[in-house]
């Protein structure tokens, strides 16, 4: 079971917002990292250290957090944008160091 | 850019060793900034990190305690790669392994670059 949780799917009209979000208590100490999984494909970083982007990742992915809340938004959703998403973090305690949610599959409509 | 390669059988029999290799370019498994990590995926347990290895003078091993009495990773600097072992295997391991870095600072670390990923399918 994660200790990161996640909303199993979400759906957005193309060129809307939308809003993933991601729960944990490791996420009041640790930094959320934000990763877009494609079919076949290995996950992707969209988002680290709570807010920033790795080059080449469009800036319409932004990250915030709050409490034991993070936060990814798509401002302005392409159909390109349909994918997987992960939220990961280090955890203090447990039986793994590094865990990640459950997933969010997003679709665009 | 750095690129992780992964190569293995992918059907393994029950109780025997799930052996997959990741052969890294452009960084050193020898750095001392970064670690090397085994992740799988599967529809029952999702993303599961299982453990890493990393040099900061010496070589250094962590593995997730549920997995520790089964799983072996290691280093072999003369190919620049990491291997990742698992032995006892049953159809519970059956899953995509994939081989990622991970980088970063302090509280806000995160796997970076990932292998393509490898399907090991436990099965007689």
């Known amino acids: 079971s994660s200790e990161l949780t996640q909303d199993p799917a979400v759906s957005v009209a193309l060129g809307q917002t939308v809003r993933i979000t991601c729960q944990g208590d490791?996420?009041?100490?640790?930094?959320a990292t934000w990763y877009q999984q494609k079919p076949g494909q290995a996950p992707v970083v969209v988002i680290f250290?709570?807010?920033s982007r790795p080059a080449g990742i469009p800036d319409r992915f932004s990250g915030s957090s709050l409490g034991n809340t993070a936060s990814l938004t798509i401002t302005g959703a392409q159909a390109e944008d349909e994918a997987d998403y992960y939220c990961?973090?280090?955890?203090?305690?447990?039986?793994?160091?590094?865990?990640f949610g459950g997933g969010t599959k997003l679709t665009v409509l | 850019q750095v690129q992780l390669q992964q190569s293995g059988p992918g059907l393994v029999k029950p109780s025997q060793t799930l052996s997959v290799t990741c052969a890294i370019s452009?960084?050193?498994?020898?750095?001392?900034?970064?670690?090397w990590n085994w992740i799988r995926q599967s529809p029952s347990r999702g993303l599961e990190w299982l453990g890493r290895?990393?040099?900061?003078?010496?070589?250094?091993?962590d593995y997730a305690l549920s997995l520790e009495s089964r799983i072996t990773i290691n280093p072999d600097t003369s190919k620049n790669q990491f291997s990742l072992q698992l032995s006892s295997v049953t159809p519970e391991d059956t899953a995509v392994y994939f081989c990622?870095?991970?980088?970063?600072?302090?509280?806000?670390?995160?796997?970076?670059?990932w292998g393509q990923g490898t399907l090991v399918t436990v099965s007689s």
């Open positions: 452009g960084d050193s498994v020898s750095s001392n900034s970064v670690t």
């Open positions: 990622a870095r991970l980088t970063g600072e302090v509280a806000a670390y995160y796997f970076d670059f």
């Open positions: 990961g973090s280090r955890v203090s305690s447990g039986n793994r160091p590094w865990v």
């Open positions: 290895t990393y040099y900061r003078s010496k070589w250094y091993r």
């Open positions: 250290g709570k807010k």
């Open positions: 490791s996420l009041t100490t640790y930094s």
